[in-house]
């Protein structure tokens, strides 16, 4: 496929919305009569639109960019008429939108549409303000259509669970297309343009529901009116919307004939007042989503507990994106399995209970049982889904109310020992830049990382840099996943093996004299015990231990010293092995020594997998550090709580999650408080788990649904959703945003910080908060990374990237002067190879991978509640390569058993050309808790953090006699066929016969237009 550069520049400097392009010097054009200041080669459209000139523009999406397809955008350029958005802006332009040529072609380019729409707007739902088709008939004044609709003659699609698609709604321009094609790039979409009637087309032609397409809602999104709709709208957006088919279609008739008559304007004016109406019961509010690191926020449409629809377009992080997860992945908030009363234990069953009954009954238990047996007896486990403010109050709970530190949260699970590394060498343990940085990268290097799956709007950037031909890919996993298959070069290393190879091409580069001498120089310490911890890694041995060639390491090497923009980007196959630490530690010595930080486009980024990972760490949930990381032994950090709090804070580290669980199998832990955390099924080794809650004296377990943890428990508090709450999540990009409350907490429900707040109450601490926001303020008392945080500068849509200065002033990209220790010097960290443990052996001969996928989060309690995701990704199963079928003499459906020394699951086999020879993969997510792959997973662990290294283990497959279907359905996209095209196409279009430029041909002078302009009638 040719690549394209759109802006024809270096670097996007956008950081709302993927596309924009980069300006170049600023230059003048007179835009109907008045000078305007415009940058030479942006789209003259811009300069319009700043200048707010009202001007039609159907088919222009400034995160899209020109698509140049509906020609409603014509204007007179130096006497030409040519499109608005396709005209890059030149040094002293004349435009003029309004002249008769120009409104004759406008006027025209939307009548063409319309012939394409049936206009029945008061009975659409998508009437709400925000439809373009409906709106620029109020721009162009138009009150006639002079081309009738004409129906093409092809069925909706109904077969994709979310949303729908109406040919005979379809004005074709093309929106869908370019978003699907070079945003989302997932390359379903096209339009056949040279059909009689052409249309948009799935996979060239098949019914949605069948086809690649991702559930992403980019397409629905950006479609100007309503041929792509979200089902959930459907029927229940509009005051007439909802009436019965026959009655609607009635409804349609009259609305039509009217317009016959009397014209399109009294219609309009019913469908205005119509949808003003509306605005009285749909609620829009912006919140953040509560799945993976990425952080889109979005506004989400309700009515009442209904949510009609989720509307990105504003967030930084990711503008019109989402994935199948935020933009129609909220049926679980709704779900008849929510827990809507306290519960107490009862023997063998759980009983129902007052909420001060059972709040009476936790702090009374704490109370006792830190009276019997010491503070250190108790321990409590933050969500990293719930926001800021909750994760800030269970530390202060524990450290203030109960004094331990025995405190932390599930960052333990994936990211701590990226969190380690990045500390070792630069200072601070988050991402290093933005996703604006990925995106301006000329090479991207991801490792141990299924970004589309994981972090899938962040993937688009990194997928459409590359598809424009901005970047190139390199993928390191031992997996093929869809970037692995895009990539401009993917590398399969053995497991466990990253450290070697980074440690190799390091070597190699400084060698070879391939090092940033300044950098390392003016910037970076250690370099000499540095170069001498790597000695012994030379190619060859690189290439025995990890399976890649030395001359594949050495081009790697020369490629990585000699690019101009690097970030690497890394997850959970690095993270979660043995020497987890060390190998994110490599990466940042690898970028340190080829001068990759503290620049736009580079930079370390260790993607957070929860929505709220990264906070729950930053407000202090974990052991040996209280908020922004301050030590607890810090005499600041101290003194700031001491005034704050009233309380010395023990210099002693207290227990990680993983230790807890040690701790209580021993007899020392005596209660626990875990809050939306599905410890049973996410930590490793979930037998010696379960062993471990049910050596507990107490535990409380505060969630959305009766979980697996849950059975556990002596109490179960019913906790609210994040739609149902005021907050703060801080994203992978260190980026701090709102979330306000979408609909109020379901009856029976409350939101965290109260429950907390409440139970801190009982045990004599008045806390006294009454909403989130007087938290973030005591936060920012406390906190120097977050001392110029507050609910004012993060209102809406604004955010904050700690760390975050009193002023208000953040930092986006960090490391761009100092890094962060006392000299201001990076330190290269003299790492050390821990090989993994559990390498296959006679008796388990497989490799047992383990992740996310696309569909699922996480252990997957939220989207199995999801009817239309559990339709398309129903279970888990175990990936087999086809060689190990063969050997095996299996199919996908076959069922097996999997077996390690510290469980067995029973799964249906997937045969498929992702995992290869004796490496199996199991998704993280399972319909029934005995399944769960971590059944299977062991005790060992990252030796600095004890992260459990769950992708070191070694598994046998027996199989069984049972043969069912496939375990993907063929509606799961991963069955689909792409289309990919460089965008929409639009010259396909030109080229047709029947094709001519709006009010005569193109480019036609203003002259020779204005005089036909005349001839139609046109006004000027
Ligand atoms: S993948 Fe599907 S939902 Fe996403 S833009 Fe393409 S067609 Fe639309
Ligand atoms: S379906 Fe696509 S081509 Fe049709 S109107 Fe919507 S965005 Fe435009
Ligand atoms: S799951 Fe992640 S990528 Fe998907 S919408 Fe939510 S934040 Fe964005
Ligand atoms: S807005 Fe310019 S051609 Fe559609």
């Known amino acids: 496929m040719g690549h394209r550069d759109v802006s024809g520049d270096d670097v996007i400097r956008s950081t709302v919305g993927p596309t924009r392009a980069a300006r170049g010097a600023q230059v003048a054009v007179m835009v109907d009569g008045v000078e305007r200041v415009a940058w030479l080669g942006e789209p003259l459209i811009e300069v319009i639109n700043r200048a707010q000139v009202p001007l039609a523009q159907v088919c222009y999406h400034e995160q899209l960019g020109p698509i140049q397809s509906c020609d409603t955008c014509a204007v007179e350029i130096d006497g030409v008429v040519g499109r608005a958005c396709g005209t890059p802006v030149r040094a002293g332009m004349v435009v003029r939108t309004q002249t008769n040529a120009a409104r004759a072609a406008q006027r025209d380019a939307y009548d063409r549409i319309v012939a394409n729409h049936d206009l029945y707007c008061t009975v659409c739902d998508n009437n709400n303000g925000n439809c373009t088709v409906h709106n620029t008939l109020g721009v162009l004044g138009i009150d006639h259509q002079n081309r009738p609709f004409q129906p093409k003659g092809y069925e909706k699609d109904m077969s994709n669970p979310f949303y729908r698609y109406d040919p005979d709604q379809c004005i074709l321009c093309g929106r869908c297309v370019e978003a699907c094609q070079n945003v989302q790039v997932n390359e379903t979409l096209s339009i056949n343009w040279e059909a009689e009637q052409p249309r948009v087309l799935w996979d060239g032609g098949k019914p949605i529901g069948e086809s690649s397409c991702v559930s992403c809602g980019h397409c629905v999104t950006v479609c100007p009116c309503n041929a792509l709709q979200e089902k959930s709208m459907l029927g229940e957006a509009g005051l007439f919307t909802g009436i019965p088919l026959p009655v609607w279609n009635a409804a349609i008739d009259v609305v039509k004939g009217v317009e016959a008559s009397s014209g399109l304007k009294p219609i309009m004016n019913v469908s205005e007042i119509e949808s003003a109406a509306r605005d009285r019961y749909i609620k829009k509010t912006k919140t953040v989503c509560t799945y993976c690191g990425v952080g889109c926020s979005f506004d989400v449409w309700t009515d009442e507990r209904h949510i009609l629809k989720v509307e990105p377009g504003l967030g930084h992080a990711n503008g019109i994106s989402t994935c199948v997860k935020g933009k129609f992945g909220w049926d679980y908030v709704n779900s008849e399995d929510r827990l809507t009363s306290p519960l107490i234990r009862d023997g063998d069953r759980f009983r129902e209970a007052t909420w001060d009954e059972a709040l009476a009954l936790v702090a009374r238990r704490f109370t006792e049982i830190r009276a019997a047996k010491g503070p250190d007896a108790l321990a409590f486990v933050a969500s990293s889904k719930a926001s800021n403010e909750e994760a800030f109050l269970v530390q202060k709970f524990a450290r203030q109310v109960i004094g331990t530190n025995n405190v932390d949260n599930c960052s333990r699970y994936c990211q701590s020992p990226a969190s380690k590394g990045l500390s070792l060498t630069v200072g601070i343990g988050g991402d290093s830049g933005t996703i604006k940085d990925i995106e301006n990268a000329s090479l991207v290097i991801t490792v141990g990382s299924n970004t589309a799956e994981s972090h899938p709007v962040l993937a688009t950037r990194v997928k459409r840099a590359q598809k424009l031909g901005r970047t190139r890919v390199i993928v390191f996993d031992i997996r093929e996943h869809e970037l692995a298959r895009r990539a401009d070069e993917f590398h399969r290393p053995n497991p466990g093996t990253d450290f070697v190879w980074l440690a190799a091409v390091s070597k190699f580069i400084l060698d070879n004299g391939l ?226 409350e979408v609909m109020p907490p379901l009856k029976g429900t409350k939101p965290d910080w109260q ?98 996928m696309l569909e699922h989060f996480h252990e997957g309690n939220m989207t199995f509640r999801v009817a239309g995701i559990a339709a398309k990704a129903p279970d888990a199963f175990v990936e087999i390569s086809p060689e190990l079928a ?82 993907l359905p063929a509606t799961n996209p991963r069955w689909g066929h792409p289309t990919p095209q460089d965008g929409v196409e639009v010259e396909r279009k030109w080229a047709r016969p029947d094709y001519v430029f709006p009010g005569g041909l193109l480019p036609m002078h203003g002259d020779s237009l204005n005089a036909r302009a005349d001839a139609l009638g046109a006004d000027d």
């Not at 006392?822 to 497989?846: C, I, M, S, T, V």
């Open 886 to 967: 063969a050997e095996r003499n299996i199919q996908s459906g076959h069922w097996a058993r999997l077996v390690s020394e510290h469980g067995a699951v029973r799964l249906q086999v997937l045969v498929t050309g992702r995992v290869s020879g004796n490496q199996v993969f199991v998704p993280m997510n399972a319909r029934k808790a005995e399944d769960a792959v971590n059944r299977l997973t062991g005790s060992q662990g990252d030796a600095t953090t004890n992260t459990p290294a769950y992708k070191d283990t070694r598994v046998r497959l027996d199989v069984l006699h049972d043969v069912g279907p496939n375990p």
């Open 515 to 740: 090092e940033d001498k300044t950098f390392l120089a003016e910037r970076v310490n250690g370099l000499e015990e540095f170069r001498a911890s790597i000695e012994e890694y030379t190619l060859e041995r690189a290439e025995r231990e990890t399976g890649l060639s030395a001359a594949t390491l050495e081009a790697l090497a020369r490629r990585i010293a000699g690019e101009e923009r690097v970030c690497i980007l890394w997850a959970m196959g690095v993270t979660q092995q043995c020497g987890g630490t060390d190998t994110s530690a490599a990466i940042s010595n690898l970028l340190l020594i080829t001068g990759n930080y503290g620049r736009l486009g580079t930079g370390a980024y260790p993607l957070r997998g929860h929505n709220n990972v990264q906070g729950a760490s930053d407000m202090g949930a974990q052991p040996d550090a209280v908020s922004g990381y301050q030590k607890i032994d810090d005499p600041l950090a101290v003194q700031r709580h001491e005034r704050e709090w009233g309380i010395q804070l023990r210099p002693e580290r207290g227990l990680d999650n993983t230790q807890m669980i040690d701790a209580a199998i021993r007899g020392e832990l005596r209660a626990m408080w875990i809050t939306g955390e599905e410890m049973s099924l996410t930590d490793a080794n979930a037998n010696h788990l379960q062993e471990g809650f049910e050596a507990l004296e107490f535990l409380v377990v505060q969630d959305l649904y009766f979980t697996n943890t849950a059975r556990f428990a002596d109490v179960v508090l019913p906790a609210a959703a994040s739609l149902e709450k005021e907050g703060t999540f801080t994203n992978t990009e260190r980026r701090i945003q709102r979330l306000y």
């Open 755 to 852: 429950i907390y707040t409440a139970v801190a109450e009982r045990m004599g601490h008045r806390w006294g908060y009454t909403h989130p926001a007087q938290i973030m303020d005591e936060i920012a008392r406390l906190t120097p990374f977050f001392a110029g945080v507050s609910y004012d500068r993060l209102e809406g849509y604004d955010t904050l990237c700690w760390p975050v200065a009193e002023d208000g002033t953040d930092q986006p990209l960090l490391y761009t002067e100092r890094f962060n220790f006392p000299d201001g010097k990076a330190r290269l960290y003299a790492g050390e190879y821990r090989p993994r443990q559990q390498a296959p052996n006679d008796q388990f001969d497989l490799h047992l991978n383990s992740g996310r």
